[in-house]
């Protein structure tokens, strides 16, 4: 199981299978660079592989005023 | 994905400059997009003390950083809008990322002059975020020109930009559309207005902070709902989503080959005239100006006599 935190939003999201960050980004519907992507603390490139265990933040980057 | 320029793991991936980098060259990647604006636009004179706005938020945080780190002496000033649960925790993460960095920060409190934003909200007929706008404008100008700064650095990225060249030119606002860039050339009281971030996109920003470690502000301004200029960033997002650059393509090409074409474009009529606000003294198309407009009215709604 893979947890989502996205913007600080609780609960998280879980996802049974996702092999790539492309396919999280897919999933929320966020263009390539719509997001920060984080895991432990690292930036992930669309490429990366995402793993069950991984905690990932989804952070949002567009501005609201 | 490898970085394109030390064959690294990537941590950034860029689709619009056709590479990625690890998080020290994109450090490199950023601050020469920063420096090449600079030098192209003539933004910073040598020695010249330069004030940022900042108001917490990702973009003038990052600001801060990267022209300190490019060498250059930086403070800033952060305009207190006086917004219940919004504006003293942002001011406090303002104040003390600034003071943690060694940076001097100014505080302006509008509150102060008779400009808390909730009470101009309810004195005004106009979408809030315009006129909050204007007062900000006024104040960022009007405390860097009193104290003696020549250079207002503000926090603007690309899409930022791209964004108000698209509105402007939704509406062929020719006035706009000459003066509109990253360099506004100082002039009597008014200060040059710069933006050294217009080459970097607010993912660049983003990424930039989140290497840095740069704690800033998140949450949205509780009255910014319905911005237009979110709906415009959207539109350019999926464009560049079907085509990588296509936003820098936009930007660039209009200063070069469309500004030129509204250069010294006219307001209409007897609007071009600048005259000294007969209350703060600053420049204004009117005998008063909009921001000492606004103030009588708020001051109007509560009863007081200015």
């Given at each position: 199981?893979?947890?989502?935190?996205?913007?600080?939003?609780?609960?998280?999201?879980?996802?049974?299978?996702?092999?790539?960050?492309?396919?999280?980004?897919?999933?929320?519907?966020?263009?390539?660079?719509?997001?920060?992507?984080i895991?432990?603390?690292?930036?992930?490139?669309?490429?990366?592989?995402?793993?069950?265990?991984?905690?990932?933040?989804?952070?949002?980057?567009?501005?609201?005023? | 994905?490898?970085?394109?320029?030390?064959?690294?793991?990537?941590?950034?991936?860029?689709?619009?400059?056709?590479?990625?980098f690890?998080?020290?060259?994109?450090?490199?990647?950023?601050?020469?997009?920063?420096?090449?604006?600079?030098?192209?636009?003539?933004?910073?004179?040598?020695?010249?003390?330069?004030?940022?706005?900042v108001?917490?938020?990702?973009?003038?945080?990052?600001?801060m950083?990267?022209?300190?780190?490019?060498?250059?002496?930086?403070?800033?000033?952060?305009?207190?809008?006086?917004?219940?649960?919004?504006?003293?925790?942002?001011c406090?993460?303002?104040?003390?990322?600034?003071?943690?960095?060694?940076?001097?920060?100014?505080?302006?409190?509008?509150?102060?002059?008779?400009?808390?934003?909730?009470?101009?909200?309810?004195?005004?007929?106009?979408?809030i975020?315009?006129?909050?706008?204007?007062?900000?404008?006024?104040?960022?100008?009007?405390?860097?020109?009193?104290?003696?700064?020549?250079?207002?650095?503000?926090?603007?990225?690309?899409?930022?930009?791209?964004?108000?060249?698209?509105?402007?030119?939704?509406?062929?606002?020719?006035?706009?559309?000459?003066?509109?860039?990253?360099?506004?050339?100082?002039?009597?009281?008014?200060?040059?207005?710069?933006?050294?971030?217009?080459?970097?996109?607010?993912?660049e920003?983003?990424?930039?902070?989140?290497?840095?470690?740069?704690?800033?502000?998140?949450?949205?301004?509780?009255?910014?709902?319905?911005a237009?200029?979110?709906?415009?960033?959207?539109?350019?997002?999926?464009?560049?989503?079907?085509?990588?650059?296509?936003?820098?393509?936009?930007?660039?090409?209009?200063?070069?080959?469309?500004?030129?074409?509204?250069?010294?474009?006219?307001?209409?009529?007897?609007?071009?005239?600048?005259?000294?606000?007969?209350?703060?003294?600053?420049?204004?198309?009117?005998?008063?100006?909009?921001?000492?407009?606004?103030?009588?009215?708020?001051?109007?709604?509560?009863?007081?006599?200015?």
């Amino acid at each position: 199981m893979i947890t989502v935190t996205i913007d600080g939003k609780k609960p998280p999201l879980t996802y049974p299978k996702l092999k790539t960050v492309l396919q999280l980004l897919h999933n929320l519907n966020l263009r390539v660079n719509d997001a920060l992507i984080i895991r432990d603390g690292e930036l992930l490139t669309p490429d990366r592989h995402l793993w069950p265990g991984d905690e990932i933040t989804v952070r949002r980057v567009v501005s609201r005023g | 994905m490898k970085c394109k320029r030390c064959g690294e793991l990537a941590a950034v991936k860029l689709p619009s400059h056709h590479a990625g980098f690890c998080p020290t060259c994109f450090e490199v990647f950023f601050k020469r997009q920063v420096e090449t604006a600079i030098r192209r636009h003539a933004m910073i004179k040598p020695g010249e003390k330069v004030l940022v706005a900042v108001s917490g938020g990702k973009d003038s945080l990052a600001l801060m950083r990267v022209l300190s780190d490019l060498g250059h002496d930086v403070d800033g000033l952060h305009v207190h809008l006086g917004i219940p649960d919004s504006s003293d925790p942002v001011c406090e993460r303002t104040e003390s990322y600034c003071r943690e960095n060694g940076f001097r920060l100014h505080v302006l409190r509008t509150a102060e002059v008779g400009l808390a934003i909730p009470e101009v909200k309810d004195s005004v007929h106009r979408p809030i975020c315009a006129v909050c706008g204007k007062i900000k404008r006024h104040y960022f100008n009007r405390f860097a020109y009193e104290n003696g700064y020549t250079a207002l650095a503000t926090g603007h990225n690309l899409d930022d930009e791209v964004a108000r060249l698209f509105a402007n030119t939704l509406r062929w606002d020719a006035k706009y559309l000459g003066t509109q860039g990253p360099t506004l050339p100082g002039e009597g009281r008014f200060v040059r207005k710069i933006k050294p971030l217009y080459r970097v996109t607010e993912f660049e920003t983003a990424a930039y902070c989140f290497l840095k470690a740069i704690n800033h502000w998140k949450a949205a301004c509780p009255y910014s709902g319905g911005a237009s200029f979110t709906g415009h960033k959207k539109l350019f997002a999926d464009l560049e989503d079907r085509s990588p650059g296509q936003k820098t393509a936009f930007y660039e090409a209009f200063l070069a080959q469309g500004r030129p074409q509204f250069a010294g474009a006219s307001r209409g009529e007897g609007q071009d005239t600048l005259y000294a606000c007969t209350q703060c003294g600053f420049p204004s198309s009117g005998e008063v100006c909009g921001v000492c407009r606004v103030r009588e009215l708020v001051a109007k709604r509560k009863g007081e006599v200015l």
